[in-house]
């Protein structure tokens, strides 16, 4: 949907939540790998592009899809946020890949599975360097996309995040 979260903090935060009998393999699988349980997997092409040029040593081996680059850009022209826009990198020289996004489903028993994914990023060292603001219509589209519904989610608010624009409070009297 529009306003799923995006699966490098979708699964950081729910990781760490715990879950019921259905997470524990001994629990659901006494005696081993029961016989009607099978693997669904889902395969997805992305765009991405790896920072190259004058960029800070964290982004040195980055490679970043729609989500990151969106969410980059997000966080710059928030307003509120210009302390921190202040550290971010300017990434404006890009090298383009293309990502393989395996998605795997293992189902063990009816209503017990676990969900795991897998990303296999190409990009050829020798291909031409793109600048930001000519990127492929395609993904440039996906990073415009993907910034509207981050834009939506309550917890990227900058009240949320920073105190961003809450204002001073009334006074007391």
Known sequence: SDLEIP???????????????????????PNGLPGEGYLE????????????GNVPAM????????????????FKDMPG???????????????LGERSVYEFKFTVAEGVWMEQTLNDDKINAKSPVVKMANLPAAFAK??????????KLPFFDPA??????????????
Request: aromatic share 8%.
């Open 7 to 29: 699966s490098f903090i979708r699964g950081a935060l729910f990781r760490q939540f715990g879950g019921d009998y259905k997470t524990e393999p001994t629990e659901v699988m």
């Open 160 to 173: 949320f995040i920073g105190g961003g624009n809450r204002g001073v409070p009334p006074p007391a009297n």
């Open 142 to 151: 996906k990073i415009d996309d993907r910034l509207a519904a981050f834009k």
């Open 41 to 52: 997997l889902k395969l997805t092409l992305d765009s991405i592009a790896k920072p190259t």
């Open 81 to 95: 946020m210009e302390q921190m826009a202040a550290l971010m990198p300017v990434i404006d020289d890009l090298r």
């Open 59 to 74: 982004f040195g081996n980055a490679v970043l899809g729609a989500d990151e680059l969106a969410m980059l850009k997000m």
